[in-house]
């Protein structure tokens, strides 16, 4: 099993940054490839970034390419995503997720296996 955290949500204002953690703890060895999904108010959830545990290769959504960085700090057991110029469309519920399979991309909620609570990130406008 797989534990995750996230933290570092909050109100920011549209054209600011935010940068969320995911601390990831259990059987970390099980891990292949991290990700950052998003579900705004009464969307479903859609997935925003994702890295490669061990390589660190990345995939971004078109919405936020450009703007938000994945990373990660395998010392630390944590992955982080860097939010620049914010916008309303941003705001969302944020879920760390973790998969135990190698996977191609790893762009739909189906590929991951564990979840964390989420964090709440509002831009206001």
């Known amino acids: 099993q797989v534990q995750l955290a996230e933290s570092g949500g909050g109100l920011v204002q549209a054209g600011g940054s935010l940068r969320l953690s995911c601390a990831a703890s259990?059987?970390?060895?099980?891990?292949?490839?991290m990700a950052w999904f998003r579900q705004a108010p009464g969307k479903e959830r859609e997935f925003v970034a994702t890295?490669?545990?061990?390589?660190?290769?990345?995939f971004y959504a078109d919405s936020v390419k450009g703007r938000f960085t994945i990373s990660k700090d395998n010392a630390k057991n944590t992955v982080y995503v860097q939010m620049n110029s914010l916008k309303s469309e941003d705001t969302a519920v944020y879920y760390c997720?973790?998969?135990?399979?190698?996977?191609?991309?790893?762009?739909?909620?189906?590929?991951?296996?564990?979840w964390g609570p989420g964090t709440q990130v509002t831009v206001s406008s």
């Open positions: 259990g059987r970390i060895s099980s891990i292949y490839r």
């Open positions: 997720a973790a998969a135990s399979r190698r996977l191609r991309v790893g762009e739909y909620i189906q590929d991951y296996d564990y």
């Open positions: 890295i490669a545990w061990s390589g660190g290769s990345t």
